[in-house]
């Protein structure tokens, strides 16, 4: 207000200065009140009418309109007719090898990885987890002096058998170990740059790799918990699945999908309630969508995504995947079902920027929420959790996933309210990123402009 005042009155201007260095107070700039929007608080709950204050990257109090005072100086945002909700966590991405339509090492660049925070941001993702896949210490430096977009977060490099970790040209980027001495020597690799978690594979794609063996998954998740590190992990098999429950897993990058999860597994979760459970219906949506959905042609995609990013996306739906992987989906649904039956504790997790999450950064963690309640049979509330609160609890980043006094001030304001429809989290208004607005409209024309300039001359 101030600004635009001063500028738009040249021959006020000395006049302007001198009057705002007597009257405004010291934070009149970075004080605001949010006044008269449904806020979904990010613990379960939800106020109708709600004010609250964000002071500078926080927010200071939170309540009911009406009973949070405009503090002197303090700039009001009518917020009526609007939901608010607590700015997203996606804690299972694979940063730095997509760019458009090219998937490769070339593209884990200090650049690409500040684009793609960007565009997590854009949607309203606060903060992401790089799922083990690292190439440089980039993301140490990244995590350290952080850009505008959202918080990086990583596992560094994961672990596998030697070159049978993660899939694409992301292979290489995982330890390969064969022993235990190995193992542990490598997460205290990870423990001294303090990476956010640990990563590891459990799976033998088909038959096509070695699994990482039961011993060096027991040293790896001994070694982390003597760091303070949590393990999760990528599996497919119901076996692996409780093994690792049995060896002191913290969570699980995928779904059971092999078989139907038994009573077995299912005391051996109540037995452990913290541990996590990410579905990546996002990664495996071409296993249990029959043609090309609705949410392909929602305006939001042409906001960041170029025409024949999705023209490629909705014609990903018409060719149905084959009868197994189709059966794999059906029983990582019921999965859900079950497990939301034990008490689990779901965290958002995608896959986004992996071989199959593709380089839909953002709108993915957005139709995970929506597949979690349509598919998934979860709540609107619980899935938003998974997305907030949970998400934020796992990675250890308590300043994020709630409005709430003392919180970092990370939110997205709604044009409708999710809790209605879930897919409602996808109409947004505006987002804030430590009490900053996100400037999504020069975001957008920054993108649209890469998609209309010709290709590079040869
Ligand atoms: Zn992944």
Redesign the pocket.
């Known amino acids: 207000m101030f600004r635009t005042k001063c500028a738009s009155f040249f021959f006020a201007f000395v006049a302007c200065l001198a009057a705002a260095a007597i009257s405004a107070p010291a934070h009149s700039q970075s004080v605001t009140l949010f006044e008269g929007a449904r806020l979904i608080t990010g613990d379960g709950g939800v106020i109708a009418d709600s004010a609250f204050i964000v002071e500078n990257s926080q927010f200071r109090q939170v309540g009911r309109k009406g009973e949070v005072a405009l503090p002197q100086g303090a700039t009001r945002v009518d917020l009526t007719g609007k939901t608010v909700m607590p700015a997203l966590v996606d804690a299972?991405?694979?940063m730095g090898y997509r760019k458009g339509l090219d998937f490769s090492q070339n593209n884990y660049t200090r650049e690409n990885l500040t684009d793609i925070l960007d565009r997590f941001a854009y949607y309203g993702v606060a903060a992401i987890l790089e799922?083990?896949?690292s190439r440089s210490d980039l993301v140490y430096e990244m995590r350290a002096n952080p850009p505008p977009g959202a918080l990086f977060r990583t596992a560094g490099r994961g672990f596998g058998m030697p070159n049978a970790g993660?899939g694409g040209p992301m292979r290489d980027s995982a330890y390969g170990v064969t022993t235990e001495q190995q193992a542990r020597q490598y997460v205290q690799e990870l423990a001294a740059k303090k990476a956010d978690m640990v990563k590891i594979w459990v799976d033998d794609r088909g038959a096509t790799v070695e699994k990482l063996k039961p011993n060096l998954y027991r040293a790896i998740i001994d070694e982390a918990h003597k760091h303070g590190m949590k393990v999760f992990a990528?599996i497919s098999n119901l076996a692996d699945a409780k093994d690792l429950l049995r060896a002191g897993l913290d969570g699980f990058?995928?779904m059971v999908r092999d078989r139907d999860i038994d009573d077995e597994m299912l005391a051996l979760v109540k037995e452990r309630p913290n541990t996590f459970f990410q579905q990546?219906l996002w990664?495996e949506r071409l296993s249990f969508y029959n043609s090309k959905p609705g949410w392909v042609d929602e305006p939001l995609l042409r906001e960041t995504f170029s025409q024949e990013e999705i023209r490629l996306l909705g014609q990903s739906f018409a060719k149905p995947e084959n009868p197994n992987a189709r059966a794999q989906g059906a029983t990582n649904l019921r999965n859900i079902a079950k497990l939301k039956a034990a008490g689990a504790r779901f965290v958002l997790g995608t896959?986004t920027g992996?071989v199959t999450?593709g380089q839909y950064f953002g709108l993915g963690s957005h139709i995970e929420l929506e597949l979690l309640v349509s598919r998934g049979g979860l709540s609107p509330m619980e899935a938003i959790l998974a997305g907030t609160r949970n998400a934020a609890e796992v990675l250890g980043q308590g300043q994020l996933g709630a409005v709430a006094a003392g919180k970092s001030a990370d939110f997205i304001v709604l044009d409708a309210n999710p809790l209605d429809n879930i897919a409602n989290t996808r109409r947004i208004s505006k987002v804030y990123l430590r009490g900053a607005e996100v400037p999504r409209a020069k975001l957008t024309a920054k993108w649209q402009a890469t998609f209309r300039a010709p290709a590079p001359a040869r």
Request: charged content about 5%.
């Open positions: 299972h991405v694979h799922a083990g896949t993660p990528h990058a995928h990546t990664g896959d992996g999450g």
